[in-house]
Every structure is written in C-alpha cells, then in structure tokens.
C-alpha cells in the first residue's frame, strides 16, 4: 500500500516513519518540536508532539497511534489515548498525545521516536435495533461482565 505523506514546514529535516525490522508492524513516529529545545514531560505530565505530518490514509484503512515498547519499559512514557486513530478523512498534523507514567522527568528531543505507527483495515457497520435482549440470541458467557471468566 502506498500512502501520500506531506511534511510541514517544522518537520522537513526529520526522517519519514519507517520500520525499525523487516517484519516490524508499525513505523516510528518522530517528535517534530524546535531544534535545540528539550521538553520536559514530569512525571503525570502529558504533553501534545507534533510529528510534522498531514498524510491521506485511504478510504476502509486507518492509522493507528501506538506507544514504543522500550519507552513504556524504561521511562513509563506511553500514549495516553491508545490507540489514537487517524482516520481516512483527516488531513491534519498528526499528533502524539504522550503521558509520563514514570517516577522521573523524561527529556524529549527533536527526532526522537515517540510512538509507531500502524495501517489497519477498518469495517464499516450499521446498527440493526432489536425489540428485546433475547432477539440477540444467547452465548456461554451470557451478560457476564468483568471478571466473569475467571483468571
């Protein structure tokens, strides 16, 4: 699949998404923020990064904002809505909406990879009322609600 990419102006120097293996999911994602700049994430500070950039993810697919597992492992950073979704219809900066569940300050740096991204098909649905719960029709598991299935 090839998807249009457009870097703005703040992002021009920095490396487009790409994966790290020959077999890895996703691409990581850059922080696009001013050269010579170091933002300090606290710990429970959140914080929105520009990537510095608009793409055009194609109709049925969508991107999907993913935290890096070595970020979350080593600094409790991650992303606070994951996964954030790109939809097919924005073509705005994408944004990474970073949280530091850490003990201590995390220093951010232009360049550095903050999150991956993923391309996922996505189903498109219509809800079909029913006049009761029992025209839905039963399951083993029931209404059974958290925790319901044990350990």
Known sequence: MRIPVHQLPHGLDLDLPSAATLHAAGMDLRAAIPEGEVWELASGQRRLVPTGLVMAIPQG???????????????????????????????GEVQVVLINHGDASFEL??????????????????????????????????????????R
């Open 61 to 91: 697919f969508e991107g999907q904002v993913r935290p890096r597992s070595g970020l979350a492992l080593r600094h409790g950073l991650t992303v606070l809505n994951a996964p954030g979704t790109i939809d097919a219809d924005y073509r």
């Open 109 to 150: 740096r232009r360049g550095e990879r903050i999150a991956q991204l993923l391309v996922a098909p996505v189903a498109s649905w219509t809800w079909v009322p029913e006049p009761s719960v029992e025209a839905l029709g039963d399951t083993g598991r029931g209404s059974g609600g958290y925790g319901s299935t044990g």
